[in-house]
């Protein structure tokens, strides 16, 4: 009969060279959408119509939040070369 019991040592051990998910450009581009996200809602709070109505609060703030929203899933979504 074959033994098929392995060493102690090579159970679960982790591997050493395991990276992280993202690379430094991935949470660098994170941070700029994170930024471009804060930078519209910080434009949709400025617009001095009454209830936000004016083009700020309806067109360019929202417009900028959705940008940053995209910039994430491409930051995310980036590929390491």
């Not at 090579?10 to 930024?35: D, H």
């Not at 936000?52 to 930051?75: C, D, N, S, V």
């Amino acid at each position: 009969m074959k033994n098929t019991t392995s060493k102690p040592s090579e159970i679960n051990e982790p591997t050493r060279n395991s990276a992280l998910p993202f690379n430094k450009q991935n949470y660098i581009l994170m941070l700029v959408g994170l930024g471009l996200i804060f930078l519209g809602f910080f434009i949709m709070t400025q617009d001095k119509e009454e209830f936000g109505f004016g083009f700020l609060g309806i067109t360019l703030g929202p417009a900028i939040a959705f940008i940053g929203f995209i910039f994430e899933f491409y930051a995310i979504f980036k590929k390491k070369k």
